[in-house]
Every structure is written in C-alpha cells, then in structure tokens.
C-alpha cells in the first residue's frame, strides 16, 4: 500500500509524463493502487532537474515525489498487442489517467468511449497544459507557460542564477495547481460512478488551473463596470491600512520574522509586551519605522518565545534550508525516510495531509518497468508463456529482462 489507507481497493491506470504524474502521485498517496504506464524512453521526470539524488545521473526529487508508491509497467502503446494489454487493464480499473497532450489515447484508438465499453464505472482524466479545444489546443506547453497565460508570472526559474533563484519570490502555480484540481474531480467522478453505475470524461489543465487561482484576477477583469474600493481598507497610495503589521521584519540575528498583528487584539498584545503602548496612536509610516528598529533587537528565536509567550501572531520566515529544520515542520510528521536508488536512507517531504493513526511512508518510486511481471500476473493472469510473448513482440517491456 503507498501513502495512507483512504482509497484502498481503487484501481487506477496512468499514463502521464513529468507534471501530470502528479495526479497519479496524489491518489497513491491516499492509498490508491497507481500503475504508472511507461514506454521505451519512460517518464522523463526521472531525470528531470538538479540536483540529481544518490548520483550524478541519478533520478530528481519531481520524480521522488510524484511518483512515489506506485507501480511502473512496460507496455509499448505503439504495439498492437501493447494496446490490447492496455484495454484489459482499464477494464479492471477504476480511473484512467491521460497525462500527456490531450487527445494521446484517443489518437491510440484507446479514448473513453472505447475504454468505457468494457468498463461502464470508468473514470477518464484528461490532464494537460491546453486542453482539447479552443484556439490554443495544439501548442506545446510546459510548465511557466501556464502561468504566463495566466497573468501570473512570465519567469522561467532556470533563466536565473542560482542565487538568484534562492532569493525569488515565485513558484510555478498551475504545474503545482493541476494535480490537485484534477484530483478533485477524478475522486468526485468516482464518487457518482460509484453511486450510479456512471463513470465520466473529465479534463483538466495547467494553464486553467493557474487562471483560476486567484479570486480577484481574471474575476476583476470580467466585472470592470462593478467594481468599487472599499471604505477604509487602503490609503490613498494603495497600501492596505495597518500594512506594517503584517510584514515581515529582520531580527538581530539576520534572520526575519513575519508579523501578523492587524486584528486589535494581537496588536495590544505586542503593544504591552514590548513596552510600546504609544505605537496604538500613530500612523502607518511611523509605525513601519519603529517595528524595524524593534525587531532587530532581538534574535529570531527570543521573538518566537514572546508570540508563544504572549499569544502574539506570527511566525518565522524560513529558507528551505532552516524549514528543514523548523521545530514545527518537524514535530507535525512533515519528513518521513525511505531507502534510495543506492540503499542509503532518503529524508522526504510527506503529504500535507495528515490523519490520526496512520504514519506516512509511501514506497520508492518506482524504477522504469520495474513492476510489469508482477501486475500483469496478478491484475491480468498473464502466465509465463504468454509473458514472454509479449516481450518478444516488444509489446511489453520489463525491468527483469533488461
């Protein structure tokens, strides 16, 4: 079983490459079986980005993470035969995952109306950049083109130096946004399919997902005739009021500490306990002035001591490098530890979802194929003959005959 015990018993067939895996990666999570399809070159996320894990040429961490705990099959898509062992899995599944262009399987003659014909429950998630209709729909895409489409951000991290990523602000949205919506829909389709016998066609993609992520984007932009500035919420430059008590602030020690005082009562809290109760009376800029002398006289740690102290909103400002580390990050199971490629132990990031009862340790992603003899015989009832068929006809690919 990968990740937890909540969709035990479902069945799901993917066939996804880089960012859409992370749907897959979401289900098996939960506790979904994920058989993860892969052809003669794989899913390029396993090598994709730096810096590589246990090796020079060893697999990324977009690969650890999305795929993890799910099971890697061989089968050639281009073959004839390769196609037949696709549609006798998706008859024994619950959900198929599309992860590539949208329209791949149908092109493959495998689409949802000839797979649900063997299987009336089947869920078909489309998932891609574009989608399969509109204007757009035969462009490739990759993952800042989402949210440069978007009105979100036209930056490509790899554009910069390393020290300059490190400092940047930004994080690609509808790469990261897309697996999660998507999963949303798959598990509500198999809720329905469930209850009514109906499974359902639905699509999702990167670029959407991203357009849809702020409520006061593109929203704004479709009511420009209704649109009004609430009373008492900005200043006159567009700063919100009470600006300096929600920022970020440098502590003595170099580190920084993001204030959150603008309800009155942490306000008057922090007030008292820095011996301040003058700064309730005065404007915003001075206020700004006084909080970044203020803070700077103590360390990052001593602050947090007074806010838990004192019952004082805020919290730190972490690098990734002192999240790791984080008190908190820790002590709510965020890490858990699995064996990697090499054998040494691996320190991973778990799933924000958390569950009473239940620890977090999800398989190794899988190595390509590495999984073909095993679910063939058990899902399909292939025996050794009729194996060793398939490879010779290069419809099916397995790890153990490398």
């Keep these: 079983m990968a990740g937890y015990d909540f969709l035990r018993g479902l069945k799901v067939l993917e066939v996804a490459q880089l960012g859409p895996s992370s749907l897959g990666g979401y289900l098996a999570d939960m506790g979904a079986e994920v058989i993860k399809i892969e052809g003669a070159d794989g899913d390029p996320v396993r090598h994709t980005g730096s810096p590589a894990v246990s090796a020079p040429d060893g697999v990324g961490f977009l690969h650890l993470r999305w795929n993890r705990g799910k099971k890697s099959v061989g089968v050639n898509l281009d073959s004839e035969q390769g196609r037949v062992v696709f549609r006798r899995l998706a008859a024994k599944s619950d959900v198929v995952i599309e992860g590539m262009r949208a329209g791949y399987l149908e092109r493959l003659g ?46 490509n991290l790899y554009a910069l130096t390393s020290a300059q990523r490190a400092k940047a602000d930004w994080a690609p949205i509808g790469m990261n946004a897309m697996g999660l919506n998507a999963a949303l829909g798959t598990l509500a389709a198999v809720i329905r399919a469930r209850a009514t016998g109906e499974g359902a066609s639905i699509e999702v993609t990167g670029a959407e997902s991203a357009a849809h992520w702020l409520p006061d984007g593109v929203d704004r932009a479709l009511n420009t005739g209704q649109l009004h500035q609430r009373p008492g919420f900005l200043h006159e430059d567009g700063k919100m009021i009470g600006w300096p008590r929600l920022h970020a602030y440098e502590t003595s020690d170099g580190r920084q500490i993001f204030f959150q005082a603008t309800r009155p009562k942490f306000w008057e809290r922090f007030c008292r306990a820095v011996e301040r109760t003058d700064l309730q009376t005065v404007d915003d800029e001075l206020i700004f002035r006084e909080l970044t002398a203020i803070f700077r ?23 990734v490098e002192s999240l790791a580390t984080d008190p908190h990050f820790l002590a709510r199971e965020n890490v858990y530890e699995v064996r990697g490629p090499d054998g040494k132990p691996l320190r991973l990031a778990a799933t924000p979802v958390k569950t009473p009862g239940q620890s977090f340790a999800p398989a190794l992603a899988p190595g390509q194929w590495q999984h073909t003899q095993q679910v063939l015989t058990d899902v399909l009832g292939l025996g050794a003959n009729e194996m060793r068929d398939l490879l010779d006809q290069g419809a099916i690919y397995s790890h153990a005959a490398r």
């Design 110 to 155: 495998l689409g949802f109306e000839t797979l649900r014909a063997d299987n009336r429950k089947l869920v078909f998630c489309s998932l891609s950049g574009l989608g399969s209709t509109g204007p757009y729909h035969t462009l490739g895409s990759h993952a800042p083109a989402f949210d440069a489409f978007a009105a979100l951000s036209a930056t």
């Design 297 to 319: 006289t103590r360390r990052a740690s001593e602050w947090m001591e007074l806010f838990l102290s004192k019952g004082i909103a805020g919290g730190p400002v972490n690098t």
